[in-house]
């Protein structure tokens, strides 16, 4: 119960503005109470004391039958009607902050976990919390309005009512025996429903590249044997409702006969009237459910504290850890940076071991080494995607940990080999990165980015859908609206990650162009797959196993570094 409390007063924090309609719901449903307690009770009273000569009596009560449903209906429909939009509201709060919690992970969290355990709670947990407050409504109310057939039942025969209260025990120690175990099998079912909801996303993200490596069947058995896991924890979950269902039915008919066979003795002993039992027997029937309506009740308050634990994991900063970014700002910055004995590793395997370098204000350097020697992950520590395990860097001589994130990600830009491109049209995935963009801007960075004119070929120009992930553009016109955006956004420090290999010659050396055109005003840095594009760049460190073997420009490092020389030449006559 403490759990539910606490999980309680923490879903509270999502209905703010809405709490109005809860409580008008809580009114309603306790004026539906009222009736449904009344209404048994006088209608017991008056057949109880209903003659042959005051059968008048009879149709009175009908009369006043007839106006208590009529209340109960209306009391019914606005209660509904106050819980859908309660729900609607606070589904959509949860949604949007569980939405920013969710952006405020770390990446390694991402790395961790497939994106099936945050499509799951971002829409079946939230919905199981947004529900929570009309489950208990409708459960918590229906319970107590048997009270009044209770009443109704001790006021005709005190044995029959603690006889049924005896019945309702037992059926309710059966509910709850049934809501123990299948809680316990609704928590692998979630489980199993995540991990094939993030296979559904990569099947459908990957279905071009799936189709390309003629691996249809590969991904369509994957596919069965989650699909089928899913299936069979589910299973087994409605199985344990359906038998204990089976066993509620039984013992309800039981009872039942019990009930009867009470009833037939106490008319023989003549303590209870014929007029009588058909009363309680008919009544018997109304409460019959109150066990199932407490299990039932049982099983929100569990399937409520699962999701809630579920989602409280993505909010608390405990399970699934957030960012962590300092408190200093800066509202500009020069675009010095450095790396002290940085060391860095994904899980055991190490990538950066005591990393030092220098990086002055608006040059040009390029990082070059061979594949995996850590070019990438320096950049993601610069950005703060990840957190060194040891060492220190430092943006104009702050220490970045000390750093809030505007400061680091409102003056850095990073275009990436693979960059995200949103499903939107052109000018929107503009838009994101400036909302009051204006049309000079975004056409005069599609230009240098060279790709203004591809854009006016197309049918709806600026305003072309580009599809999930950019699919319906190539990975040149990908990476060049990616530069673009990049533009658009005026950092002090611009980091193009491999963000020409995707480029054809002549493109690229428009690219080329317009890089060589921003150098001196800005801080770039490059990670190139083609060294010839780098041969410019003021400085080029060189990044071999993980730590800096040497810095210098090219002509240098052609002299001092046999290591980048032989890389050099291996890479030049894989361009020729």
């Known amino acids: 119960m403490k759990e539910f409390l606490t999980n309680i007063k923490f879903v509270l924090a999502y209905t703010k503005g809405q709490r109005l309609k809860i409580l008008c719901v809580s009114i309603l449903n306790i004026v539906g109470v009222f009736l449904s307690v009344v209404s048994p009770i006088i209608g017991a009273k008056v057949i109880m004391n209903i003659t042959n000569e005051n059968l008048s009596q009879l149709f009175l009560m009908a009369i006043f039958m007839l106006i208590l449903g009529i209340v109960e209906n209306l009391q019914m429909f606005l209660a509904q009607t106050c819980s859908y939009i309660s729900f609607r509201e606070t589904f959509n709060n949860m949604q949007i902050n569980l939405g920013e919690n969710i952006l ?80 316990e099998k609704d928590k692998e079912r979630r489980k199993n429903q995540e991990k094939l909801s993030g296979f559904v996303g990569e099947l459908v993200r990957g279905a071009r590249d799936i189709k390309m490596l003629n691996t249809e069947k590969t991904f369509t058995d994957e596919l069965e044997k989650r699909a089928s896991t899913v299936n069979k924890s589910e299973y087994e979950r409605s199985n344990i409702t359906n038998k204990y269902y089976l066993l509620r039915r039984f013992v309800r008919d039981s009872m039942n006969l019990i009930l009867i066979v009470l009833c037939v003795i106490l008319i023989k ?78 899980g055991k395997e190490k990538v950066l071991k005591g990393i030092n370098f220098k990086v002055n204000a608006n040059e040009t350097v390029a990082f070059v080494g061979k594949s995996g020697a850590g070019k990438t992950t320096i950049f993601n520590l610069l950005c703060k995607m990840y957190e060194p395990q040891k060492g220190t860097i430092t943006i104009d001589g702050k220490n970045i940990k000390n750093l809030d994130k505007d400061t680091i990600r409102g003056n850095i830009t990073i275009i990436s080999q693979n960059p995200y491109i949103f499903n939107m049209t052109i000018r929107e995935n503009l838009n994101l990165v400036k909302e009051d963009l204006t049309e000079n801007e975004m056409i005069e960075s599609c230009k240098i980015a060279c790709l203004h004119d591809f854009i006016m070929t197309l049918e709806n120009q600026y305003d072309t859908v580009i599809g999930e992930g950019g699919v319906n553009l190539s990975g040149g016109q990908k990476q060049r609206l990616a530069i673009a955006r990049a533009l658009i956004q005026k950092t002090e420090i611009i980091l193009f990650d491999e963000a020409t290999s995707a480029l054809d010659n002549e493109t690229q050396e428009l690219i080329q162009e317009s890089i060589e055109n921003m150098k001196g005003k800005y801080t770039i840095l490059i990670i190139a797959h083609r060294l010839s594009t780098i041969k410019n760049s003021d400085k080029i460190i060189f990044i071999n196993d993980g730590i800096v073997e040497k810095v210098g420009t090219h002509k240098e490092l052609l002299k001092e570094c046999p290591t980048y020389k032989n890389l050099y030449k291996t890479k030049i006559r894989n361009e020729e």
């Open 269 to 346: 002993n003549k303590i209870l009237s014929l007029a009588s039992a058909i009363i309680i027997y008919n009544y018997s029937f109304k409460v019959s459910g109150i066990a199932e309506m407490a299990g039932n009740l049982i099983d929100r308050i569990k399937n409520f504290n699962l999701s809630c634990s579920r989602i409280i994991a993505l909010t608390s900063n405990k399970e699934l850890k957030k960012e962590n970014f300092g408190a200093t700002h800066l509202p500009h910055i020069n675009g010095n940076f450095e790396f002290k004995n940085v060391h860095f590793s994904y």
């Open 104 to 183: 405020q992970l770390e990446n390694k969290v991402f790395d961790e976990n497939g994106s099936g355990v945050f499509m799951e709670r971002l829409t079946g947990d939230t919905n199981s919390l947004a529900t929570i407050f009309n489950s208990l409504n409708s459960n918590i109310f229906g319970i107590i309005s048997k009270i009044g057939i209770y009443i109704a039942i001790f006021y005709i025969s005190k044995t029959i009512f603690f006889v049924t209260i005896i019945m309702v025990i037992i059926r309710f120690l059966i509910e709850r025996k049934r809501a123990k175990l299948v809680n």
